[in-house]
Nanobody, 120 residues
Framework: QVQLVESGGGLVQAGKSLRLSCAAS????????MAWYRQAPGEQRELVAF???????KYDDSVKGRFTISGDNARNTVSLEMNSLKPEDTAVYYC??????????????WGRGTQVTVSS
């Protein structure tokens, strides 16, 4: 019903920047929240940043001041600007959205993930 497609991952040196983008499509009536999670090898998936429908944001302490999440309600997109990247930011980054579809149900949707690798 809803598809999320991420883009923008890659390999970058420590201290540099990357921008991730995610586009949601499908039977979308409204999007309640969008977020970015990440999962490093051998680790659990963790919340990186979150934005709700009115623009309120929340960040994991490890990325505060370095990452910025932004959303475009009209285009059903969310972006993550990542600055001052560190090797410990290396992970697969997943886009997440809580969506109300036209049938009325609310679901939790995930993208396939995009790899971010930060070299020291």
């Amino acid at each position: 019903q809803v598809q999320l497609v991420e883009s923008g991952g890659g390999l970058v040196q420590a201290g540099k920047s990357l921008r991730l983008s995610c586009a949601a499509s499908g039977s979308i009536f409204s999007i309640r929240t969008m977020a970015w999670y990440r999962q490093a090898p051998g680790e659990q998936r963790e919340l990186v940043a979150f934005i709700d429908s009115v623009g309120s944001t929340k960040y994991d302490d490890s990325v505060k001041g370095r990452f910025t999440i932004s959303g475009d309600n009209a285009r059903n997109t969310v972006s993550l600007e990542m600055n001052s990247l560190k090797p410990e930011d290396t992970a697969v980054y997943y886009c997440n959205a809580v969506v109300r579809v036209y049938s009325g149900s609310v679901g939790d949707y995930w993208g396939r993930g995009t790899q971010v690798t930060v070299s020291s």
